[in-house]
């Protein structure tokens, strides 16, 4: 099935989409230049012995793990935070907070300015649940904060791509039984599980091309699949943002 993508320029069908579907997808946003130069950096720190990155899969600081065919295992939280690596983490920086990206991410959560909740780095895909990021994070009032996924290169389908479930933002939303911790974690799981079932709902994976960047709101389900070849990576980024004038949910929550 072709992807549907929209150009730059197309702000309301862009907008429209969004709203219809849950997510939408932007083609060749993310600036060339931008992406070699973190590629570029990351190539140079991977094979450091002196570098540790916080892991966001284990949620532990760990030191590199490489495949056979040359790409870290884990991913990392957080990468534009290592600022004792600042040419790697600059790097990341700069494609996070691209204007390119921050202009679509403006007129699709209606905010002038936004604050980053969290982003991450992939080389291999780890395989992700599906899952409603309101559950983990979200703006206050709910339902503002945009998510981000940034292709740094072609992705294969066999990579582990990405995926949604279209229109499920539309449908129930799971809420943290107890806000301050993630006790009830396997019984979202099942809910979420439920709601797929019962909303019907269709999987769409995402083998998407070098520069484009995909956006879903909160309450869309996704995840992601687990690597089928080894030979290919999925070396991306992802953010989370909230409009600035707007609280983060749970931020008093322990």
């Known amino acids: 099935m072709t992807l549907t993508k929209f150009a730059a320029h197309e702000k309301e069908a862009i907008k429209n989409y969004y709203d219809t579907y849950g997510y939408v997808v932007v083609q060749n946003l993310l600036n060339y230049t931008k992406i070699q130069a973190l590629l570029a950096s990351y190539e140079k720190i991977k094979h450091s012995n002196l570098f540790i990155f916080f892991s966001q899969d284990t949620h532990l600081p760990i030191r590199p793990k490489l495949t056979p065919e040359g790409f870290i295992e884990n991913s990392m939280l957080n990468p534009a935070s290592l600022k004792l690596w600042r040419g790697f983490s600059q790097s990341v920086e700069n494609c996070l907070v691209d204007e390119n990206v921050i202009d679509v991410l403006s007129f699709l959560s209606g905010g002038s300015n936004h604050i980053m909740m969290q982003n991450m780095f992939f080389d291999k895909s780890t395989g992700t649940i599906e899952h409603q990021d309101h559950y ?60 797929i079932n019962e909303g019907g709902y269709k999987y769409r994976s995402f083998p998407l091309s070098k520069r484009d960047v995909l956006f879903w709101h909160p309450y869309t389900i996704h995840g992601a699949y687990n690597n089928c070849d080894p030979r290919f990576s999925r070396k991306s980024l992802t953010a989370h943002y909230y409009p600035a004038h707007l609280k983060p949910m749970y931020a008093t929550n322990g």
């Open 136 to 195: 983990y994070l979200d703006s206050n009032p709910p339902g503002k904060m945009v998510a981000v996924w940034y292709a740094l290169e072609d992705i294969h389908e066999d990579a582990g791509c990405f995926f949604v479930l279209p229109g499920s933002h539309q449908g129930k939303v799971i809420e943290r039984d107890n806000a301050s911790n993630f006790s009830d974690h396997d019984t979202f799981v099942k809910s979420i599980n439920a709601l």
